[in-house]
């Protein structure tokens, strides 16, 4: 999918989840979806901006502490990409199996899904408002006409990023997170008899 195609589907899962029935998509698709569209979109996208960044730095046009900062937040997002990929997404993705197959199910080493969650939606926050905090700091992104070719791109790729993110965000904390701590219980209940 190319990079416009995908944002355009992004926006229509934005403003009408019930077109593209994300509530509908069972939770092994939705990881797949968040990792191939969300995450490795972040992966891509990344260098690019600290690319432009680095280059605006040099130029003064933003400061050196600016791409200092985003590039520790580049390394602190990927470290919380891998603890999806690696933690998270398989775990769910386990649940759900052992739902449609019967199978014997194992308490995870963290306890509960809703534990790791939780620390996973503090990052979200976190995340969240130092992109806000960023975005206000550069006028929300708004390029004009006089600004410098790639103070534009900048602003360009931040916008995009920042829309993204969002959508990121929204399909977990609001559709993954939510199905997946309910299909714990379901399996908390069958398995080990609890409540």
């Not at 052992?98 to 976190?126: C, R």
């Not at 969240?128 to 534009?152: H, M, Q, R």
Request: with cysteine; proline share 3%.
């Amino acid at each position: 999918m190319n990079h416009t195609a995908s944002h355009t589907l992004n926006y229509q899962i934005n403003n009408n989840n019930d077109h593209l029935k994300v509530n509908d998509w069972r939770l092994n698709f939705l990881c797949d979806y968040i990792e191939t569209n969300h995450h490795e979109y972040i992966r891509k996208i990344m260098p690019k901006i600290l690319s432009v960044s680095k280059a605006l730095s040099r130029k003064n046009i933003i400061g050196i502490d600016d791409y200092k900062d985003l590039l520790q937040f580049s390394i602190e997002l990927e470290i919380h990409i891998q603890k999806e990929e690696r933690l998270l997404f398989p775990y769910i993705k386990k649940m759900n199996t052992t739902y449609d197959n019967k199978d014997e199910y194992e308490v995870p080493p963290f306890g509960s899904i809703a534990n790791l969650i939780k620390v996973i939606e503090k990052e979200h926050k976190n995340v969240s408002g130092i992109l806000l905090k960023v975005k206000n700091a550069y006028g929300n992104f708004k390029i004009k006409l006089t600004d410098e070719p790639d103070k534009k791109v900048f602003y360009e790729l931040m916008n995009e990023f920042y829309s993204d993110f969002q959508m990121h965000v929204h399909l977990e904390n609001d559709i993954l997170f939510p199905k997946s701590i309910s299909l714990e219980k379901k399996l908390r209940k069958i398995f080990l008899k609890t409540k």
